[in-house]
């Protein structure tokens, strides 16, 4: 499904980062595995550190701690947003949406559109797509886009499929209506009949969890994680990356009429370097055109990933011009998206930490 | 399709395999060296294994039959 959008820009991005960071050294040790392995999967998938929330700290902590560090700064005014959209899949409750816990914490206005999107790895993507489809009506001036998720909490330290590269993180993107009229073109996918290659599969109204879903159970190559943790299989998704992924962004760039090589960068969503680098040489495109070192330095957030990967690797050409950027998400749904823009010059384009 | 063997040599670090090489016999084989046989599989042959048709083919040479098999239109 194609859809197209003018008048609308980014104005900025922040991520928000736990000041808690584990490195691969340390993942290793509750690994039941031998050595030399372990130190070949940091290798080919590009492991080394990542931050995670400690105790219980929510999604909507990491989020109020940003936008208070941007109304301070003076750079995003309270009153000037008129919907909140926050994309999770690890909400702070089912009920009610996080987007209304971050708005009653910060005391934002009622004249206000408040929602919660299911949504991971495209998360960024499906979030602009929905903040831009917000910013054609004539009420919505100025949306605050969160992607946030803290699924390290639902990840077994046992599990070296999925341990090594979670990540938490919140990101708040402004999005905004300008006289700008450059066009912006996304498409996205879903293929729900395999729902369950990326799922937790305890916990909600399905499978509720008990004493017995919290139970590790050996689950084969020495990994151990329970029916309460998040499961992937790896296999699966690196093909249906590899099939859907190149084919929907010339699809993309097709739509709109944009020669390969006009795109500076490439932010994709990062799995972990081992899938973006083989996706880059399959799109033949270099792999400094697509940054992949975000796994490494801070570990895969979900829908984080791909304002963190702008804010990690971009902030001072952001800053200071304008890139037309390539994004893409892909996961689980399974959903696939993807959407080229100019972004820049941003009010703001920065991490801080919680 | 000798250089099948000679690129499957590398990912498993063995000197050598051959058709008849269990591939689970080796001591290198586990999920990273298993994804890492499906990337070079769509790498070099644009064909895509999945876990499952992968966990079908015992030796080395049953892959290849799997993947000459896939890449007939």
Same mark, same amino acid.
């Given at each position: 499904m194609n859809f197209g959008f003018a008048g609308k820009r980014i104005a900025g991005v922040l991520t928000v980062l736990p000041a808690n960071e584990r490195n691969f050294t340390d993942d290793m040790k509750n690994f039941d595995f031998p050595e030399d392995k372990s130190l070949k999967l940091k290798k080919v998938m590009g492991y080394d550190r990542h931050r995670l929330v400690t105790g219980e700290t929510c999604v909507s902590d990491l989020a109020v701690h940003g936008f208070r560090h941007l109304f301070d700064r003076g /750079? /995003?005014?309270? =009153?000037? $947003?008129?919907a909140l959209v926050v994309v999770t899949q690890s909400p702070d409750y089912f009920m009610p949406a996080t987007s209304n816990v971050i708005q009653g914490r910060l005391n934002l206005k009622h004249d206000m559109l408040c929602l919660d999107i299911a949504q991971g790895c495209a998360g960024f993507v499906v979030g602009l797509i929905q903040a831009f489809m917000m910013l054609e #009506? +004539?009420?919505?001036?100025k949306v605050a886009l969160v992607n946030a998720d803290v699924l390290s909490r639902k990840v077994s330290p046992r599990d070296k499929n999925s341990f090594p590269l979670i990540g938490d993180a919140a990101c708040i993107t402004i999005v905004e209506k300008t006289d700008d009229r450059h066009p912006i073109h996304a498409n996205l996918k879903m293929d *729900?009949?395999?729902? =369950? /290659? $990326?799922?937790?599969? +305890? *916990? *909600?109204?399905?499978m509720p969890s008990t004493p017995e879903t919290a139970v590790l159970e050996d689950v084969g190559d020495n990994n151990y994680r329970a029916k309460d943790n998040l499961t992937m299989n790896g296999t699966a998704v690196f093909n249906f990356v590899q099939v859907e992924v190149p084919p929907m962004i010339e699809s993309l760039l097709q739509q709109a009429a944009l020669?390969?090589? #006009?795109? =500076?960068?490439?932010?994709f969503h990062q799995p972990n370097k081992f899938m973006l680098h083989k996706l880059a040489d399959r799109m033949r495109v270099s792999r400094d055109r697509l940054p992949s070192n975000i796994v490494e330095n801070f570990g895969n957030a979900s829908g984080a990933t791909i304002p963190t990967n702008i804010t990690f690797n971009l902030a001072q050409p952001l800053l200071n011009g304008t890139l037309t950027l390539c994004m893409a998400g892909f996961g689980v749904g399974l959903t696939w998206a993807s959407l080229v823009m100019r972004v820049g010059q941003l009010a703001f384009c920065e991490i801080i930490d919680y | 399709m000798d250089r099948f063997y000679v690129r499957l040599a590398e990912i498993l670090e063995e000197d050598k395999v051959g058709? &008849? &090489?269990?591939?689970?016999?080796?001591?290198?084989?586990d999920s990273l060296t298993a994804l890492s046989v499906v990337a070079m599989i769509d790498e070099d042959y644009a064909v895509n294994i999945s876990a499952e048709e992968l966990a079908t083919a015992r030796t080395a040479g049953a892959l290849e039959a799997l993947v000459a098999a896939k890449r007939k239109p």
């Open positions: /750079v /995003v005014k309270p =009153d000037e $947003l008129d #009506q +004539a009420s919505i001036h *729900g009949t395999h729902h =369950d /290659v $990326l799922i937790i599969p +305890a *916990g *909600g109204f399905r020669p390969i090589e #006009q795109v =500076d960068y490439f932010m | 058709p &008849d &090489d269990v591939l689970a016999s080796f001591e290198q084989w």
